[in-house]
């Protein structure tokens, strides 16, 4: 009786240990993928044989003390642990000691107290109740970190001040990221790295965006992908929609997805680019049926005699760009065979299209090699001259930014300016740190350390004319906008605009002439000049103010101290900055009044100060900086540097 009493608990203990450990996520059980999944089972089955071992024990009549729970738990646990730490998972690092801490607790309640038994089960009870109302509320979005919401900034660029509005997500989180927007008829259409597709259009007011959800997921047969590699050690999530482009048609719109395929007869996996087309009401009805474009060759095995699993399917590149109605240019990436860790490279093979940019012609279907020696392409768009220009990621370092060339051959995987990740060279290139090989071309510029440029933009809308002619560049790791300037045929100037936390993953210019932008967060984003306004006019005063008064990246001090809480401040009291003598021998505090007086007239506040500001003269805008530099809100970093070239 007392054995069937104790294995009660046990199994009462099961739910909240298979559900507990996953919550912190604030996701569901069945969201955390196989590896994940193998973990939960690997620690339940640690903590029913842990409970075997106990219960054991307790059968021969022995004293089942804390200390034993203790050691038993541990040492069953002990190669789920090691499993966890071989894997590399940050993610589950967490979870894991959460779920060691967990059974500990569980098998403790269970055999480490022999009284007690009705409120100990209670108690268990209670446990489980509530971390099934927890996954509960997860699968019904009622916790959850991700609130869908409007966020308003404001984002300093040298040409103009910036007005960003995010639309924080829009969508539920999909497993993989990637995908991209397109402009769609009147508004726009979202097709996520999982093949759902939404429209949406921009409001006209406030409130959130309203997402339509289309009846026309893509064509990506992720299920079946899965059940091929049950068993490897390959990254699912990889297999995924690259990007998606509408095109007005007299039919109504093509629509136009790039995404992963997998054989099931042949056991490999390809790149397609899927296509639908026709009026707005039928891609809302659900009558349109997707068919084949084009299809990358050859097929790509997984699993190959002679070499461990292999898909990167990170690497796919994807993107797409019309050239003219009757073209459609594709990048494709290399899926990391690359004759480093592969036995071919695959981007300087002719017969293979991975590593190159593919030219479609949408009229008679022929397609042919445009360029080649790409590694992963991630953007690509032909401005107003019809010149062609793509973004790739390097290795670690050498993203590349091109001007693709019929024919051109860009080098990889023997000619970059990258390294391989914890080295100092790239194993495949003759020179470390050089481009140079047999007729490989160049590129137009080259950012080290890398950025993981995204998609481009060439700009030409009226609401940015002192950008014409530039080409804004999309990161993923350095959550910013890059605007590159080109004079000459060549990179005169680059600007970097940071977003903050947003990796952005694609944009398109808006129907206003706004930069739309879609993130990694499942944000829409919507960024134009700011209209001119009071506030702006007192940012534009702090601009003037952070010429002296932010330090530069890398040093200790600026040529005037920090600003940061300077009303209420004592004069002179920023630890490490040389003040003149007059302005530490002037003493006191920075009122309002007197910062007020000294805005208007330094020298004459502070004679001898060595500030050679004229002051501002008009009493309105002295009191409105000073109350800016007063309000703990305000945003007093540094400005966004110019990168010259």
């Known amino acids: 009786m007392k054995l069937s009493r104790n294995w009660l608990l046990v199994l009462v203990g099961i739910v909240p240990l298979?559900?507990?450990?996953?919550?912190?996520?604030?996701?569901?059980?069945?969201?955390?993928?196989?590896?994940?999944?193998?973990?939960?089972?690997l620690s339940v089955a640690a903590y029913v044989?842990?409970?075997?071992?106990?219960?054991?024990?307790?059968?021969?009549?022995?004293?089942?003390?804390?200390?034993?729970?203790?050691?038993?738990?541990?040492?069953?646990?002990?190669?789920?642990?090691?499993?966890?730490?071989?894997?590399?998972?940050?993610?589950?690092?967490?979870?894991?000691?959460?779920?060691?801490?967990?059974t500990l607790g569980l098998l403790w309640l269970s055999f480490g107290i022999q009284r007690w038994y009705g409120i100990r089960l209670i108690l268990l009870s209670a446990f489980a109740i509530a971390a099934v109302t927890a996954e509960v509320l997860v699968v019904g979005g009622l916790l959850s970190t991700r609130k869908p919401g409007v966020q308003h900034r404001l984002l300093d660029s040298q040409l103009y001040e910036l007005a960003m509005?995010?639309?924080?997500?829009?969508?539920?989180?999909?497993?993989?990221?990637?995908?991209?927007?397109?402009?769609?008829?009147?508004?726009?259409?979202?097709?996520?790295?999982?093949?759902?597709?939404?429209f949406f259009e921009r409001p006209a007011t406030g409130g959130n965006l309203d997402m339509k959800r289309l009846p026309i997921?893509?064509?990506?047969?992720?299920?079946?992908?899965?059940?091929?590699?049950?068993?490897?050690?390959?990254?699912?999530?990889?297999?995924?929609?690259?990007?998606?482009?509408?095109?007005?048609?007299?039919?109504?719109?093509?629509?136009?997805?790039?995404?992963?395929?997998?054989?099931?007869?042949?056991?490999?996996?390809?790149?397609?680019?899927?296509?639908?087309?026709?009026?707005?009401?039928?891609?809302?009805?659900?009558?349109?049926?997707?068919r084949t474009l084009y299809e990358t060759e050859p097929c790509l095995r997984v699993v190959d005699d002679g070499r461990p699993p292999h898909f990167v399917g990170l690497e796919n590149g994807g993107r797409m760009a019309l050239l003219g109605d009757e073209v459609l240019l594709l990048a494709v990436g290399d899926h990391a065979i690359d004759g480093l860790r592969t036995g071919s490279a695959v981007a300087q093979q002719a017969e293979s299209s991975y590593g190159k940019i593919i030219r479609i012609d949408l009229h008679d279907g022929s397609k042919r090699v445009l360029s080649l020696?790409?590694?992963?392409?991630?953007?690509?768009?032909v401005d107003s001259a019809g010149q062609i220009?793509?973004?790739?990621?390097?290795?670690?370092?050498?993203?590349?930014?091109?001007?693709?060339?019929?024919?051109?051959?860009?080098?990889?995987?023997?000619?970059?300016?990258?390294?391989?990740?914890?080295?100092?060279?790239?194993?495949?290139?003759?020179?470390?740190?050089?481009?140079?090989?047999?007729?490989?071309?160049?590129?137009?510029?080259?950012?080290?350390?890398?950025?993981?440029?995204?998609?481009?933009?060439?700009?030409?809308?009226?609401?940015?004319?002192?950008w014409h002619g530039d080409l804004v560049v999309g990161a993923l790791k350095d959550r910013s906008l890059w605007r590159v300037r080109?004079?000459?045929?060549?990179?005169v100037a680059l600007e970097r605009i940071a977003l903050g936390d947003e990796r952005v993953r694609d944009l398109v210019e808006g129907h206003r002439g706004e930069l739309v932008l879609w993130t990694d967060t499942e944000s829409i984003i919507f960024i134009e000049p700011a209209q001119q306004s009071s506030a702006s006019d007192v940012r534009q005063l702090y601009r003037i103010c952070t010429a002296c008064h932010i330090a530069p990246n890398g040093t200790e001090s600026a040529i005037g101290p920090d600003l940061t809480g300077v009303v209420?401040?004592?004069?002179?009291?920023?630890?490490?900055?040389?003040?003149?003598?007059?302005?530490?021998?002037?003493?006191?505090?920075?009122?309002?009044?007197?910062?007020?007086?000294?805005?208007e007239n330094p020298a004459l506040v502070i004679p001898g100060t060595t500030m050679t500001f004229a002051g501002i003269k008009e009493p309105a805008a002295r009191r409105a900086l000073i109350e800016f530099l007063a309000d703990p809100n305000s945003d007093l970093n540094p400005v966004t540097e110019d990168h010259e070239n």
């Not at 409970?51 to 789920?80: D, K, M, N």
Request: proline fraction near 6%; charge should be neutral.
């Open 18 to 41: 298979a559900i507990l450990p996953t919550l912190w996520r604030l996701k569901p059980l069945w969201s955390v993928g196989r590896q994940g999944l193998a973990i939960l089972g």
């Open 49 to 102: 044989l842990s409970a075997g071992i106990l219960s054991h024990a307790a059968r021969r009549g022995r004293e089942v003390t804390p200390w034993q729970v203790l050691a038993v738990g541990s040492a069953c646990l002990l190669p789920v642990v090691l499993a966890v730490v071989a894997a590399s998972n940050q993610l589950w690092h967490v979870g894991i000691f959460s779920a060691v801490l967990l």
């Open 165 to 198: 509005t995010a639309y924080q997500y829009v969508v539920p989180e999909p497993v993989t990221q990637q995908g991209g927007i397109s402009r769609f008829g009147d508004g726009y259409v979202l097709v996520t790295g999982d093949g759902d597709a939404y």
């Open 217 to 290: 997921k893509a064509p990506l047969n992720s299920a079946d992908f899965e059940a091929a590699m049950a068993g490897l050690p390959v990254v699912t999530k990889w297999f995924r929609v690259a990007d998606v482009l509408a095109q007005a048609t007299p039919r109504g719109i093509r629509l136009y997805v790039s995404h992963h395929y997998w054989k099931i007869d042949a056991r490999c996996f390809v790149m397609r680019v899927s296509v639908v087309e026709g009026t707005k009401s039928q891609y809302l009805d659900g009558s349109l049926h997707w």
């Open 373 to 381: 020696g790409h590694r992963n392409p991630q953007g690509l768009a």
């Open 389 to 466: 220009w793509s973004t790739e990621h390097g290795p670690q370092g050498g993203d590349e930014l091109n001007l693709i060339t019929e024919g051109g051959n860009y080098g990889w995987p023997y000619a970059s300016y990258g390294v391989d990740y914890g080295t100092r060279t790239w194993p495949l290139t003759p020179v470390p740190g050089s481009h140079d090989g047999p007729d490989y071309i160049q590129p137009y510029y080259s950012w080290i350390p890398s950025i993981a440029a995204s998609n481009l933009l060439p700009i030409a809308s009226p609401l940015f004319e002192y």
């Open 486 to 491: 080109i004079r000459d045929e060549r990179v």
């Open 568 to 599: 209420g401040r004592r004069v002179g009291a920023v630890d490490g900055f040389d003040y003149s003598a007059s302005m530490q021998a002037s003493g006191g505090v920075w009122t309002r009044e007197r910062l007020d007086a000294f805005l």
